[in-house]
């Protein structure tokens, strides 16, 4: 009578929720009706000690405890992802938008590589470790990233000097660097011709999308259009570089933003 039920729970790690749900009722409702938890545990296909560890969890929480939590990687465990997912994903990161692939987002966040893993492969990540992919893959850590680029730019969070825009009062800080990720997943040799636009906040939110040149207007124009309409909300802005292939395409749109951002162009330090 239970034959599949045992087959299917030879390793109950392995069980959708839900099926792993059902199984630990049916396990502690044996144990209550006076089987012995040696008796449950053959009955079910289970170890003795899963069997203990069920109950013994079952009287402390009660109905809380059947619904497994997601459970933390020790280090040494295998990774969520493999090599070959791994690598698809950072190739999609580093040569597509997400709206061009289905999601909707206009830049890359962490949340975004976190869905688009999710709808491909079926695995459901945190953005913390999200972020640690991404370190594996190349890309620089968020916080790292901060205090380089305001380290190195001091003077931008100060009083506009003559010549440049006054801050909108109120509006979140951005700061907005460029990177070439290089990594050593897999047979490539990294990223060679592949550039990174990326844009972090004061409070440590981080935006990101590739991109051909970094010095010029017209891609920089592109990317802060994408990031304003994702953001929605008003933004003083700072480049920490001097683009210098069409400079005017951040005049135009300078101009055209006035109400929402200002924009900041610096030579760095």
């Not at 899963?50 to 990774?79: H, K």
């Not at 891609?219 to 292939?245: A, K, S, T, Y």
Request: charged residues 20%; contains cysteine.
């Amino acid at each position: 009578m239970h034959g599949s039920l045992i087959m299917a729970a030879a390793d109950a790690r392995g069980l959708p929720p839900d099926a792993l749900v059902d199984l630990r009722k049916r396990v502690i409702a044996a144990v209550q009706s006076g089987a012995s938890q040696a008796e449950v545990a053959r009955l079910f296909g289970v170890s003795r000690q899963t069997v203990g560890a069920w109950v013994r969890a079952y009287r402390n929480r009660g109905e809380g405890s059947l619904r497994p939590g997601r459970r933390g990687r020790r280090p040494g465990e295998q990774l969520a992802l493999t090599t070959e997912q791994q690598l698809w994903v950072a190739r999609t990161v580093i040569r597509r938008t997400p709206d061009e692939i289905g999601l909707l987002y206009q830049v890359w966040t962490r949340q975004a590589v976190a869905e688009l893993i999710n709808r491909e492969f079926r695995v459901v990540l945190g953005v913390t470790t999200i972020g640690s992919y991404l370190s594996r893959w190349g890309f620089p850590n968020p916080q790292d990233l901060l205090r380089n680029l305001r380290s190195r730019n001091a003077l931008a969070v100060t009083d506009a000097p003559a010549g440049r825009p006054a801050w909108i009062p109120g509006a979140e800080a951005m700061w907005i660097g460029y990177d070439n990720p290089q990594w050593t997943l897999g047979p490539e040799p990294g990223w060679p011709d592949a550039s990174v636009l990326e844009a972090i906040s004061n409070r440590g939110a981080t935006f990101f999308l590739p991109c051909a040149d970094p010095f010029d207007g017209r891609e920089l124009r592109g990317f802060l259009d994408r990031l304003v309409g994702q953001v929605r909300r008003r933004l003083n802005l700072i480049v920490c570089w001097q683009p210098v292939r069409n400079r005017p395409e951040l005049d135009v749109w300078t101009a055209a933003n006035a109400t929402t951002a200002t924009l900041r162009c610096l030579t760095p330090s």
